[in-house]
């Protein structure tokens, strides 16, 4: 080879400009990998914090308490709300265990319920899923429309007031379950619709040949049955004998009609007297032939079944038992007898006696 024919080769190229041309790209690539690795591990670590302690590992082990979440609040302040509470052990856990499974998005405003035992993750399914706590408001079968207000009003949770008391006999008597923030209005509403449905579907499905002329007739002796007797199996009986009383044109003289008018829709703190019995009022059934004007109370379904129902037959009377119940008689006679062992009985002890107003039937 000649000195020219070397000067035609490129020039070798020093080993050490090789590795250095390498080793860059390899510190990138390995650089690119710890980068990963750490967000890997730093993710794993973000959701095991959260997932243990917001949701497996904390219960919650105090009291029931309900937490009212105002609408517009976000994560965090939810999160500080909860912990304040002592619910959930701090901010950071409850806030990382929502953002990993989501939940966060899904809040919703309400009154809910923590338990005993629930963990953070139970908690926030249930804030996010909107399972907000029913509060119950019952109406107590019998209960004048008066007394069921009254109640209304004192209801914790309940908003805006009422206007106009319901009209005796259009709420049905039945638990109703409702939310913090529903208007008083709109669960009377509800009362009446229901009362209503039932009404017209008992009266529809009525027996044949009852000395009533309309469901609200139903309504109003449903009442008196109600208000009559405290034992279910005698619901029947007793609007028998008030039916009787009706089909043969003898007043009914029903205290509970007295009470009513005294009590001015209100429970009396004391019996009757006679000269309650002598009051000039329409709903005094001992001075008014037929039924009072209007329901005595809200009667409940099986007090409108009972007047429904019954059967039509030659009782005439009944008498307290002494025992909370009554016994039943055909003749006046019967009924004095009656009231004769109801008078050395322990119960006997009322301002008045109990066959006071009562009179033979009309022939």
């Given at each position: 080879m000649t000195d020219n024919d070397s000067l035609l080769q490129p020039p070798a190229s020093p080993a050490v400009n090789q590795t250095g041309a390498a080793m860059p790209k390899a510190k990138q690539w390995r650089f690119g990998m710890l980068v990963l690795l750490g967000m890997a591990l730093w993710m794993g670590a973000f959701g095991w914090f959260?997932?243990?302690?917001?949701?497996?590992?904390?219960?919650?082990?105090?009291?029931?308490?309900?937490?009212?979440?105002?609408?517009?609040?976000?994560?965090?302040g939810i999160a500080k709300q909860l912990t304040e509470a002592g619910v959930v052990p701090s901010e950071s856990s409850f806030m990382a265990s929502s953002l990993v499974f989501g939940q966060h998005r899904r809040f919703k405003a309400g009154e809910y319920q923590i338990k005993t035992g629930q963990t953070g993750r139970q908690i926030a399914d249930a804030i996010a899923n909107g399972r907000v706590y029913q509060r119950l408001f019952t109406v107590v079968e019998g209960f004048t429309s008066r007394q069921v207000v009254q109640r209304l009003e004192e209801a914790e949770g309940l908003t805006d007031a009422l206007t106009i008391e319901p009209a005796e006999g259009t709420l049905l008597p039945e638990t109703y379950a409702y939310r913090r923030g529903e208007k008083r209005p709109a669960l009377v509403a509800?009362?009446?619709?229901?009362?209503?449905?039932?009404?017209?579907?008992?009266?529809?499905?009525?027996?044949?040949?009852?000395?009533?002329?309309?469901?609200?007739?139903?309504?109003?002796?449903?009442?008196?049955?109600e208000a009559e007797t405290p034992q279910p199996e005698e619901r029947a009986r007793v609007a028998a004998v008030y039916l009787n009383r009706l089909a043969r044109n003898m007043p009914l003289q029903a205290d509970p009609t007295v009470a009513y008018a005294v009590g001015d829709g209100l429970p009396m703190d004391r019996p009757l007297t006679r000269a309650d019995l002598a009051i000039e009022h329409p709903f005094n059934t001992y001075r008014i032939n037929g039924l009072p004007p209007a329901p005595i109370g809200n009667p409940g379904r099986a007090s409108l079944w009972a007047v429904a129902q019954a059967q039509l037959g030659s009782e005439l009377f009944f008498v307290a038992d002494g025992k909370g119940g009554h016994v039943f008689a055909n003749t006046y006679e019967e009924h004095l007898t009656n009231v004769a062992a109801w008078r050395k009985s322990k119960g006997a002890n009322e301002s008045r006696k109990p066959e006071d107003g009562a009179v033979p039937p009309q022939r």
């Open positions: 959260g997932l243990q302690l917001g949701y497996m590992r904390v219960p919650y082990m105090g009291e029931e308490q309900l937490i009212v979440i105002a609408p517009g609040t976000g994560l965090r509800r009362m009446q619709k229901d009362m209503a449905q039932v009404v017209q579907a008992i009266w529809a499905s009525r027996r044949e040949g009852l000395p009533l002329r309309s469901a609200k007739d139903m309504v109003i002796l449903a009442s008196i049955v």
